[in-house]
């Protein structure tokens, strides 16, 4: 991992709480599970067991912060209800929340667009990445109690978000309260469904490393009911950090087809296509021309992040063309998708820069910002999660 990186990721640790025990704990869900993952890539790069440490020490953080009820919420304890010894044996079974400064909008409270920006609560997409974290511990380690808990939350997070309709059809909430008993922004998220499925079916194939009496639940009928939300869809945006995403489930796609010969939905080559139109999108905006008071790092970061996987998948098909359906157009869009890869250095490089990080863009997110420019620089252990060396040598072994 690059110097600049585990400066970064040091800076984070201190200013956060987790290294320094004089500060309060800061957590927050997503910046954290970016961190657990580049903890962790610090860890099998320097051999530091330190590295490690705070990893498993960020992940008891979020559980003990994350997993209990907001101060101001009125309310005390976990969120589960359940009391000290088993909350701790399942940390992650009720959900675990954003990490907002503000409580959760409470029913009697008007609904404000901009207000619930603040709000805390839970969302999909977070708890996905972090289900992407602790299975990569678990893959770390070989300790499948951290398994055990990304697919506990799993089933959780399905149960709350995903709602059946009386005529069968099938949604999602995109914003649940702490608790997981009212949905607080009803819409559902562009990538949702996707990011769900895909996550699902990652944790389904690493946890093949595991005795089966010791991941915890299976994920058939979660993975079913995302599939069903996936068919027919397209996922073409032009929203930097939703590109990031796409770009890393494609990855996570064409891991799934090469190393475990799981098909079906998505296919790679239409969810490519979709990336395509959302990179042409994108590029027409000339948003990173604009000046740094006028960009959040997070989300450019988050694009830099996902076009770090395109040689990772071009390789990948290397490995395995005879796995996968429609590998001329597959390969004839990454080459085209190869094209704005630059975008990743020009966009590290910008936010490297002391001058951007001093403007209120920077500063005011600064935690998450540190935490993504640091994986965009050393991107493998992110990238790579539970489907790390460990589960991907075991894949291999097992042709």
Known sequence: MSVVARQLMEAFARDTGLSDPKRLPRRYLWTDAFAVCNFLGLYRDTGQSEFLDLALRLVEQVHETLGRYHPDSGKSGWLSGLDERAAAEHPTIAGLRIGKKLRDRQPHEPYDENLEWDRDGQYFHYLTKWMHALDAVACETGQVIFHRWARELAQTAYRAFVVTAADGSMRMYWKMSSDLSRPLVASMGQHDPLDGLLTFRTLEASGRRFPPSGVGPGLEREIEGLTRLCVGQRWATADSLGIGGLLTDAWRRALLNGYFRMGGIPELHALLED?????????????????????????????????????????????????????????????????????????????????????????????????????????????????????????????
């Open 275 to 399: 990336i395509e139109i959302s990179l042409q999108q994108y590029a027409r905006q000339n948003l990173l021309d604009h000046p740094a008071h006028d960009r959040l790092a997070f989300r450019e970061l988050g694009m830099s992040i996902g076009l770090h996987a395109v040689p990772r998948m071009r390789a990948l098909l290397t490995e395995f063309s005879d796995r996968f359906d429609r590998i001329d157009a597959i390969q004839k869009s990454l080459d085209r998708i190869d094209r704005y890869r630059p975008l990743a250095s020009h966009i590290e490089q910008f936010w490297r820069h002391p001058d951007h990080q001093a403007v209120a863009s920077w500063q005011d997110h600064q935690d998450i910002n540190r935490v993504m420019l640091a994986t965009s620089l050393a991107p493998a252990a992110f990238l790579e999660g539970g489907l790390a060396a460990g589960c991907a040598s075991q894949a291999r072994n097992s042709r």
